[in-house]
DNA sequence: ACGAAGTTTCAGGCATTTCTGAAAACTCAG
DNA sequence: CTGAGTTTTCAGAAATGCCTGAAACTTCGT
């Protein structure tokens, strides 16, 4: 490993920590990121210097993640794993993934404890907080999923606007007022 | 503590582990997150069933997280803690501290690789990778930021649109064109 | 200035998570 | 079916992170 390709992967390593993926898988993937080739377990423990079998659990994770894609080469019986490239894509991953892992789970929690009857003023209360939370993300994630099915030429274009979407919104609230 | 108010704190807690904030600091903010009241440190630790010092070091992690205010009740000198209510607000809060710990530590080392001088093909090409994910960082939080910007009235305006913004979009294409 | 009430710090014990090496399991060519 | 090459599993060692109680510190009323 260059110096170069040194500080990246352990920047990932600390930065996963923070993520709750765990120091090793974050380096095992900015390996595989950086990569010109795909590698296969071997490389990467040697690189890294982790054993075979954290290379191999690594994997597993980073493949649940659907982060890092399995391929063969042709002519070697080892499994080389690559990094999609498309950067949108990784971030569209990583972002369903989570919903699914994290998100799903915590809005059916606040469904259910919405069901309940609150017998009580403090248990009333509670649900109104939890009613709250529950708008709030399904909210965000319904709109999350509604840009997402945008294609990416139309995405750019509204990201590239920016702030002035308003002037966009104020304008087409005076066009239909107009027509009325 | 009632069982539903229970259930909601305990699911705080698991989802902590996942996202580097600890148990503990979790399950605190979950509390006083549906409490009616602001809660001091010593009602937290018993509900909680946790020891007083390790309610201390939760409160001053959440208060550096800026996720629960310091409130001082008239002839108590005890400090009471309460969370935000705005659910919008504690979105927003969570999101810039969340960059300012994680994205901006990744883009200036992110910036400071693409300066090297690339020695090899190798180091060229880990370069070009990281250049993609700097543009794509740089992107979605810019973006991030011009939203943020609005008001909260044109904000639901947007998210209620959902998808049907490219109709938006290709409209006022067409208008420029025709103007010119 | 003192003491009571409250909060924070921190060293060490405890628990959880991660990592390893050995062994088991799988895969495929011959 | 055999065995070489490869991957996976798993029990325990190592590392890390968490939690506690005791002590130090802070604040405030008298």
Same mark, same amino acid.
Request: net charge negative.
């Given at each position: 490993m260059t110096p170069l390709v040194r500080a990246f992967v352990s920047h990932f390593g600390e930065m996963g920590s923070r993520w709750g993926i765990n120091r090793t898988v974050g380096q095992i993937y900015a390996l595989i990121y950086v990569s010109q080739r795909a590698l296969n377990a071997d490389e990467i423990g040697e690189a890294l210097e982790f054993s075979r079998s954290n290379v191999s659990m690594g994997l597993k994770e980073l493949q649940a993640w659907r982060l890092v894609q399995l391929r063969h080469l042709s002519g070697d019986r080892r499994e080389y794993f690559e990094a999609p490239g498309n950067a949108w894509e990784v971030f569209r991953t990583l972002a369903e993934e989570r919903r699914r892992r994290e998100i799903e789970p915590t809005? &059916?929690?606040?469904? *259910?404890? %919405? $069901?309940?009857?609150?017998?009580?003023?403090?248990?009333?209360?509670?649900?109104?907080?939890?009613?709250?939370?529950?708008?709030?993300?399904?909210?965000?994630?319904?709109?999350?999923?509604?840009?997402?099915?945008?294609? &990416?030429?139309?995405? *750019?274009? %509204? $990201?590239?606007?920016?702030?002035?979407?308003?002037?966009?919104?104020?304008?087409t609230d005076k066009f239909k007022r107009d027509k009325r």
């Open positions: 809005l &059916s929690m606040l469904r *259910s404890a %919405l $069901m309940e009857e609150a017998g009580n003023e403090e248990d009333r209360h509670a649900q109104a907080r939890m009613r709250d939370m529950h708008t709030l993300i399904e909210q965000l994630t319904n709109w999350f999923d509604d840009i997402q099915r945008l294609d &990416s030429a139309t995405l *750019s274009k %509204l $990201m590239g606007m920016g702030a002035t979407v308003h002037k966009l919104l104020d304008f």
